[in-house]
């Protein structure tokens, strides 16, 4: 069992994130931004943090910066539906600016677990 945590500002992917990750026996704490999942990462930091890239108060990039920037060893999967001309450039910014993986929404639950899983190990 890993400690993960979520940080997106979508009520259903956060709620599916969620589900799909404790069913798999993790522990999930959530945040709505950037801001609140930092805070909470600080507090307490987790084997695995998930973020989307588009929300309101804090990006994901500027979250993954800032994870970075003081934790150098954090695992970050970046999560995001924006896309450019049908290409994954916000996930492959996400990645050059310290994410682990990146994963395009929308995703299968088996699609996230599976990839959770590969950066857990």
Excluded: C, W
């Amino acid at each position: 069992m890993a400690r993960i945590l979520i940080v997106d500002d979508d009520d259903a992917v956060l709620a599916t994130m969620r589900k799909t990750l404790e069913r798999a026996g993790h522990d999930v704490t959530v945040a709505s931004n950037g801001d609140d999942g930092l805070r909470l990462f600080r507090a307490s930091p987790t084997d695995l943090v998930i973020t989307d890239l588009y929300m309101p108060e804090k990006e994901g990039i500027e979250t993954i910066q800032d994870i970075r920037a003081e934790y150098p060893d954090a695992r970050i999967l970046a999560v995001s539906g924006g896309t450019i001309s049908g290409t994954e450039g916000p996930l492959i910014d996400a990645e050059l600016f310290g994410a682990n993986a990146s994963l395009a929404k929308p995703f299968t639950p088996e699609e996230l677990q599976r990839l959770v899983e590969q950066l857990l190990k």
